[in-house]
């Protein structure tokens, strides 16, 4: 089934630093979600973009679309310790999500 | 409003035991998911639930089944545990399966 890939696998920044992490994906999507998971906790659910939009702000939070290279990308802005968090991608097709590897995202004090 | 629950968060069985997992959505969420999440797979779909149909399974074996009651309520059963079995199992709800979903904190299961 198709999934998300997220790249890089882990990311480690300076407080204060922005983080970008990238979702590619294979083929056609209605919607593309990102999530958020502290050290093996439940899921948090973070930003929900259309297939018709291009990009899309939360907070800190910048995600972009790009349909026609089947990427997605997150920004988190002025990072925080508070950040130290895995990031998945989701897709959705047929009444599921499928998730990807997640990108590991450390932010240093 | 209350988030979604899950029950219980703990377990340790021994192999070749049956386990059943609850789950409580958000009150007036009628989508109810499962996944699975193991280190060495990550996030894997189980079922989804909607009005107690079951819309989708996950690649999963027969030992693994759920239900949903007309309270939305599911529960999630393993039946004849493995030691692959180990993982947090992770319950979503959301209004409907398109929408972003709300996370359970997991239960974690430990099988010896």
């Known amino acids: 089934s198709q999934q998300g890939e997220e790249d890089p696998q882990a990311l480690s920044i300076q407080e204060g630093e922005n983080a970008t992490m990238n979702c590619s994906y294979k083929?056609?999507?209605?919607?593309l979600q990102w999530y958020r998971q502290n050290s093996g906790r439940g899921l948090v659910h973070l930003i929900l973009i259309r297939s018709n939009e291009r990009e899309k702000h939360s907070g800190r939070l910048r995600v972009t679309l790009d349909t026609s290279k089947k990427s997605s990308s997150l920004l988190i802005t002025a990072s925080r310790a508070a950040d130290t968090a895995s990031y998945f991608c989701a897709l959705i097709n047929d009444y599921k999500l499928s998730f990807g590897a997640g990108t590991t995202v450390t932010v240093r004090a | 409003k209350a988030g979604v629950t899950q029950t219980p968060r703990y377990l340790i069985k021994t192999r070749g035991q049956q386990v059943t997992l609850s789950c409580s959505p958000i009150?007036?969420?009628?989508?109810v998911s499962w996944y699975q999440q193991t280190p060495g797979q990550g996030l894997q779909f189980l079922f989804e639930y909607f009005s107690e149909t079951q819309r989708n399974k996950g690649n999963f074996p027969g030992r693994f089944s759920g239900r949903q009651f007309s309270n939305s309520r599911s529960e999630m059963n393993v039946s004849t545990l493995e030691l692959g079995d180990s993982a947090l199992y992770l319950c979503a709800s959301s209004l409907e399966w398109s929408t972003e979903q709300y996370f359970g904190p997991g239960t974690r299961l430990t099988v010896t």
């Open positions: 083929t056609s999507i209605n919607n």
């Open positions: 009150s007036g969420h009628r989508s």
